[in-house]
T-cell receptor, first 111, second 114 residues
Framework: SQQGEEDPQALSIQEGENATMNCSYKTSINNLQWYRQNSGRGLVHLILIRSNEREKHSGRLRVTLDTSKKSSSLLITASRAADTASYFCATDRTTGNQFYFGTGTSLTVIP | DGGITQSPKYLFRKEGQNVTLSCEQNLNHDAMYWYRQDPGQGLRLIYYSQIVNDFQKGDIAEGYSVSREKKESFPLTVTSAQKNPTAFYLC?????????????FGQGTRLTVV
């Protein structure tokens, strides 16, 4: 069974606005990652946050992690049309060596 | 260029036939993974390998087989036992067997059963 669930399933915003997507997971984790997938392509790693971190930034990306709520959020600021893609969270478990991916959020940024 | 390469990009298979999807990496990564992606769903793990000559079943291994004879290569065979093989298949690799580092993905193979 999948570990992560993203919310919302789909999001449509105007260029320049911020986009926020959330990920909830079920079991304890060591770290959580966010990936991006353009249509019909492979996934590209965006950012990794460890279980002892609460917030991390990378360029226009801001990721938060709340282990007490078993949730994470990805914020993309000042969105661009090129940000249009699907975004997935991926978690591990404190036992095992696998990545578990959620169902993804499909983001559309309208120029 | 370093990276992970999947081939072919598109593959058509007749019902009842086995087909092998190729995945090659030159990143010197120990761990490799195969995922299946269906529309509206996330990635589901088929098989993974943490070291040469060793691999483990994922959540949906039935109807699939793999081998890991070389560090660089992790081919996936979709057998005739797989009831619904039409899907987008993604191969990935990471430095070590633990997911504490990022995974690098290939561009995927879209398999269609005709």
């Amino acid at each position: 069974s999948q570990q992560g669930e993203e919310d919302p399933q789909a999001l449509s915003i105007q260029e320049g606005e911020n986009a926020t997507m959330n990920c909830s997971y079920k079991t304890s984790i060591n770290n959580l990652q966010w990936y991006r997938q353009n249509s019909g392509r492979g996934l590209v790693h965006l950012i990794l946050i460890r279980s002892n971190e609460r917030e991390k930034h990378s360029g226009r990306l801001r990721v938060t992690l709340d282990t007490s709520k078993k949730s994470s959020s990805l914020l993309i600021t000042a969105s661009r049309a090129a940000d249009t893609a699907s975004y997935f969270c991926a978690t591990d478990r404190t036992t095992g060596n696998q990545f578990y991916f959620g169902t993804g959020t499909s983001l559309t940024v309208i120029p | 260029d370093g990276g992970i390469t999947q081939s072919p990009k598109y593959l058509f298979r007749k019902e009842g036939q086995n087909v092998t999807l190729s995945c090659e990496q030159n990143l010197n990564h120990d761990a490799m993974y195969w995922y299946r992606q269906d529309p509206g769903q996330g990635l589901r793990l088929i098989y993974y390998s943490q070291i040469v000559n060793d691999f483990q079943k994922g959540d949906i291994a039935e109807g699939y087989s793999v081998s890991r004879e070389k560090k660089e290569s992790f081919p996936l065979t979709v057998t005739s036992a797989q009831k619904n093989p039409t899907a987008f298949y993604l191969c990935a690799s990471s430095i070590s067997g633990g997911p504490s580092t990022e995974a690098f993905f290939g561009q995927g193979t879209r398999l269609t059963v005709v």
